[in-house]
């Protein structure tokens, strides 16, 4: 599942939005509302839940801002003992 987005990195460049395929980022103003133009952009993550952790999003950021947990790092939520 993506975990994170380092704002601090992030341009703006909507690669990863365009990369997604279940529609999990959104490009979103940052800064303040009364802030002067020009506005700068950032990824967010809007539908963690659509995640499916392939991972597109991560490789095409140029900036190495996205982190995903890869499905296997993720524990099972609970185990079944027969
Ligand atoms: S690809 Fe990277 S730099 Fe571009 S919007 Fe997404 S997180 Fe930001
Ligand atoms: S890992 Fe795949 S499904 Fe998850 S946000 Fe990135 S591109 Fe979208």
Do not use: Q
């Amino acid at each position: 599942m993506i975990e994170h987005i380092d704002l601090s990195l992030c341009d703006g460049c909507g690669l990863c939005i365009d990369s997604c395929p279940t529609d999990v980022l959104r490009l979103m103003e940052a800064g303040k509302p009364w802030e002067v133009e020009p506005k700068t952009w950032k990824a967010v993550i809007v539908y963690p839940n659509e995640c499916h952790s392939c991972r597109l999003c991560a490789i095409d950021c140029h900036v190495d801002a996205i982190r995903v947990t890869h499905a296997l790092e993720i524990p099972p939520p609970f185990l079944v003992h027969r």
